[in-house]
C-alpha cells in the first residue's frame, strides 16, 4: 500500500489547511488510517487516526477542537482538516495506515505503511 501525502504549506497563525492522505488501495492489513508529525529534533507525535472502515476517531488533546480527521471511502482518502493554526504546530506531517491494537493506536510503532510527509509551516 502507498500513501501519498498533500496539502502542505506555508500560513499565518489563525489560518486554516486541509491536509490530505490517498491509498493506493484497501488492504486488509489496515483498519485504521493516521496522521502523526514530526517538528525539527522532536520525535514523531501522534495527531489524530480513523478507522477505516468503522467510525472510531481519535486526536490528540493538542489539537481537540481545532483539526478534524475524516475520510473519504470511495476515494481511499482520508483528511486532516486544520484550524486555528499555531506556530507550535509547525512540523513535517506524515499520514500512516496500519493495524494498530488499542494500546499503540497513538504510536508510529503501530502503523505498517507511511506516507513522504508533507511540511506545514506556520509563522506568527
Known amino acids: 500500500v502507498q500513501l501519498q501525502a498533500s496539502g502542505g504549506g506555508l500560513v499565518q497563525a489563525g489560518d486554516s489547511l486541509r491536509l490530505s492522505c490517498a491509498a493506493s488501495r484497501r488492504d486488509g492489513l489496515i483498519n485504521m488510517i493516521g496522521w502523526f508529525r514530526q517538528a525539527p529534533g522532536k520525535e514523531r507525535e501522534f495527531v489524530a487516526t480513523?478507522?477505516?472502515?468503522?467510525?472510531?476517531?481519535v486526536h490528540a488533546d493538542s489539537v481537540k477542537g481545532r483539526f478534524t480527521i475524516s475520510k473519504d471511502n470511495a476515494k481511499n482518502t482520508v483528511y486532516l482538516q486544520m484550524g486555528s493554526l499555531k506556530p507550535e504546530d509547525t512540523a513535517v506531517y506524515y499520514c500512516?495506515?496500519?493495524?494498530?491494537?488499542?494500546?499503540?493506536?497513538?504510536?508510529?510503532?503501530?502503523?505498517?505503511?507511511w506516507g513522504q510527509g508533507t511540511q506545514v509551516t506556520v509563522s506568527s
Open positions: 480513523i478507522g477505516w472502515s468503522g467510525g472510531r476517531v
Open positions: 500512516a495506515a496500519g493495524r494498530p491494537i488499542t494500546s499503540s493506536m497513538r504510536s508510529p510503532n503501530g502503523y505498517t505503511y
